[in-house]
């Protein structure tokens, strides 16, 4: 499956953004979703995942209450609704596809990446 990104820019803190991960080449309700963030220097980190039918989410601690993830497997598409935005929410964010069990929290999990989109907080 092929993952493309989409949504990122230059937001205020307090502000919201919704990104995009566009689906093609496969089924796309035959994947988990996962949204990771990567900032300069730092390791790519898990933020959020989805069950391929939408029915359950994860999210790490620090984006509990601001962020939610959600699917429209019709449409072939998956989302991060961010809001509550902050500056240390700047980095460039990551979807992607995991074909595993259940939906992985660690980026060893997920075997399809699409490019990242940056999202830049500023105070």
């Known amino acids: 499956v092929q993952l493309q990104a989409s949504g990122g820019g230059l937001v205020q803190a307090g502000g919201s953004l919704r990104l995009s991960c566009a689906a093609s080449?496969?089924?796309?309700?035959?994947?988990?979703m996962g949204w990771f963030r990567q900032a300069p220097g730092k390791e790519r980190e898990f933020v959020a995942a989805?069950?391929?039918?939408?029915?359950?989410?994860n999210y790490v601690d620090f984006v509990k209450g601001r962020f939610t993830i959600s699917r429209d497997n019709a449409k072939n598409m998956g989302y991060l609704l961010m809001n509550s935005l902050k500056p240390d929410d700047t980095a460039a964010y990551y979807c992607a596809a995991s074909s595993r069990l259940g939906a992985p929290l660690g980026v060893n999990g997920y075997d399809y990446w699409g490019q990242g989109t940056q999202v830049t907080v500023s105070s």
């Open positions: 080449g496969r089924t796309f309700s035959d994947y988990h």
């Open positions: 989805i069950t391929r039918s939408g029915r359950n989410t």
